[in-house]
């Protein structure tokens, strides 16, 4: 299992690395799986079976029964099959549900989100961020920008 930077995604990988140790590589995203979970009583993303307090909610059509209480029979058409999240045709945990998408989409924007934030270069959008009041440098180089600093920003205890 390999951490990747934020702008990797599953394709890059592959073109990048197909081959690992002369063995070629089978990429799958790891996170994603792991990190959705679904509750198997009432079909909702995002909490485990056990901390639910909701009525029971059937996998297969989305009513009120439990799913092996389904009379929905396993190789019935799509067409009988309701997704509780989206009202779809398909079984609320197939991957194909558009609130699951709409999930996995968030939580990738999270996960990039606090990549950002970790990262020790800054996103370009906080460039513009003022100087800081004390300066880290004893000597700072004769900048256009340093030169803007007014002198009532910097510390007074800074000699
Ligand atoms: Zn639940
Ligand atoms: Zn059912
Ligand atoms: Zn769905």
């Given at each position: 299992?390999?951490?990747?930077s ?9 073109h ?24 198997k ?27 092996k209480g ?7 058409p ?41 990262n ?19 000597n ?19 000699m």
């Amino acid at each position: 299992m390999i951490v990747t930077s934020a702008d990797e995604t599953l394709k890059t990988i592959m073109h990048k690395a197909p081959v690992v140790n002369y063995i070629v590589a089978q990429w799958e995203a790891h996170v994603n799986r792991k990190t959705m979970i679904q509750c198997k009583n009432c079909q909702q993303w995002g909490h485990a079976t056990t901390n639910c307090n909701a009525n029971p909610v059937c996998l297969k059509c989305a009513r009120s029964h439990q799913t092996k209480g389904c009379l929905v029979p396993k190789n019935a058409p799509e067409s009988e099959l309701k997704c509780t999240n989206c009202g779809g045709h398909h079984t609320a945990n197939n991957i194909v549900c558009a609130t699951y998408q709409n999930r996995l989409e968030y939580m990738e924007n999270k996960k990039l989100e606090r990549q950002q934030r970790n990262n020790t270069t800054q996103p370009r959008k906080f460039r513009e961020a003022p100087a800081p009041a004390t300066n880290p440098w004893k000597n700072p180089p004769a900048t256009q920008e340093t030169q803007r600093i007014p002198r009532s920003q910097q510390s007074p205890s800074y000699m």
